[in-house]
Antibody
């Protein structure tokens, strides 16, 4: 069974760093792109970027280029999304998704709150 | 960037009725289009990919059609559990993939 399990809720202050994770199982991790999606409170879905674990090919939407970094640890089939310097506007729900037939499997989401 | 426009923004229907949601794309994406359902507090769920192929486990009352720049999601006989927000998504071209703004199906 394919599963994507994301790390738990995070609360940070502006200027702090953060890394959230997406632990996958039930499929060959290096054979599929992983997508990251942001959903701000009460708003729609936005693609942040896609990442290919086999060769660490990372492609960012222009809105998120330089703001976040995608990575993965293939030995533990886990993908990561990280921020070096959080802003209040990063407050949102973040989803990872396996990009098989489109986004065919999704994590449950990680809520991130950035507030002073 | 490819722009996706969904209509209507909100559709009020009754259980048992048929619902038709549209997604217009600013340039051709062939059939590289998917539809998702999202309920409050839940992750999106893939319904349709390749414009018209139902994802595994998706009931047959959901159907997708279209190609190029015009796409439709039809729910043939609405059940209570179908009231949610629906998003279209093009995956023909990166950067970036894009979603429509969503269509809310309400009673």
């Amino acid at each position: 069974e394919v599963q994507l399990v994301q790390s738990g809720a995070e609360v940070r202050k502006p200027g702090e760093s953060l890394r959230i994770s997406c632990k996958t199982s039930g499929y060959s991790f290096t054979n599929y792109w992983i997508g990251w999606v942001r959903q701000m409170p009460g708003k729609g879905l936005e693609w942040m970027g896609i990442f290919y674990p086999a060769d660490s090919d990372a492609r960012y939407s222009s809105s998120f280029q330089g703001q976040v970094t995608m990575s993965a640890d293939n030995s533990i089939t886990t993908a990561y999304l990280q921020w070096a310097t959080l802003k209040a506007s990063d407050t949102a729900m973040y989803y990872c998704a396996r990009m098989g037939a489109a986004g065919d499997y999704w994590g449950q989401g990680t809520p991130v709150t950035v507030s002073s | 960037e490819i722009v996706m426009t969904q209509s209507p923004a909100t559709l009020s229907v009754s259980p048992g009725e048929r619902a038709t949601l549209s997604c217009r794309v600013s340039q051709s994406v062939g059939t590289n289009l998917a539809w998702y359902q999202q309920k409050p507090g839940q992750a999106p769920r893939l319904l349709i990919y390749g414009a018209s192929t139902r994802a595994p486990g998706i009931p047959t009352r959901f159907s997708g059609s279209g190609s190029g720049t015009e796409f439709t999601l039809t729910i043939s006989s609405l059940q209570s559990e179908d009231f949610a927000v629906y998003y279209c998504h093009q995956y023909n071209k990166w950067p970036p993939y894009t979603f429509g703004q969503g269509s809310k199906l309400e009673i």
